[in-house]
């Protein structure tokens, strides 16, 4: 599958609004990740992201909170969530220059198709994978540098 190009003119913010987001420019990529770590932030499920440039993406940083972890490959992540409702927002690998934003942020999600589905081996026996997606048993190497 080859990865199409979507141009992002897209806005959104958390559950309770008290954090905003606007992204403009080319998504790099769109992900599922079924890693232990993503099915802790989202109760059980996977995280759905589409990654994009940090340069083409704005926070109203007011009540934006942080909590750094170190992932399976050694490099710190740290995910952005809303303090005020707890709502995830995006995940930042460090050393990198892309931001996981989380798509359910985004007022208009129409866009979205995973491309690539990450540690399919970490998901329960009731997911499905989407029709279509690149599978890896755990992170893409591309994704690992």
Same mark, same amino acid.
């Given at each position: 599958?080859?990865?199409?190009?979507?141009?992002?003119?897209?806005?959104?913010?958390?559950?309770?609004?008290?954090?905003?987001?606007?992204?403009?420019?080319?998504?790099?990529?769109?992900?599922?990740?079924?890693?232990?770590?993503?099915?802790?932030?989202?109760?059980?499920?996977?995280?759905?992201?589409?990654?994009?440039?940090?340069?083409?993406?704005?926070?109203?940083?007011?009540?934006?909170? @942080?909590? $750094?972890? *170190?992932?399976? =490959? %050694?490099?710190? /992540?740290?995910? #952005?969530?809303? &303090?005020?409702?707890?709502?995830?927002?995006?995940? @930042?690998? $460090?050393? *990198?220059?892309? =931001? %996981?934003?989380? /798509?359910?942020? #985004?007022?208009? &999600?129409?866009?979205?198709?995973?491309?690539?589905?990450?540690?399919?081996?970490?998901?329960?026996?009731?997911?499905?994978?989407?029709?279509?997606?690149?599978?890896?048993?755990?992170?893409?190497?591309?994704?690992?540098?």
């Amino acid at each position: 599958m080859t990865i199409e190009e979507i141009r992002l003119d897209h806005a959104g913010s958390c559950a309770c609004g008290a954090v905003t987001v606007k992204v403009k420019g080319l998504a790099v990529a769109m992900t599922e990740c079924w890693c232990s770590a993503c099915q802790k932030e989202t109760g059980g499920s996977a995280t759905h992201s589409v990654i994009v440039d940090d340069d083409d993406i704005v926070f109203d940083r007011a009540s934006l909170g @942080r909590f $750094e972890r *170190v992932s399976d =490959t %050694g490099r710190k /992540v740290t995910r #952005l969530f809303c &303090r005020e409702c707890g709502t995830s927002i995006a995940a @930042r690998p $460090e050393d *990198v220059p892309y =931001t %996981g934003l989380r /798509v359910g942020v #985004l007022e208009d &999600r129409t866009f979205f198709r995973p491309q690539i589905v990450m540690y399919a081996r970490n998901a329960p026996h009731w997911a499905g994978f989407p029709e279509h997606a690149n599978i890896f048993d755990t992170q893409p190497e591309a994704a690992a540098r």
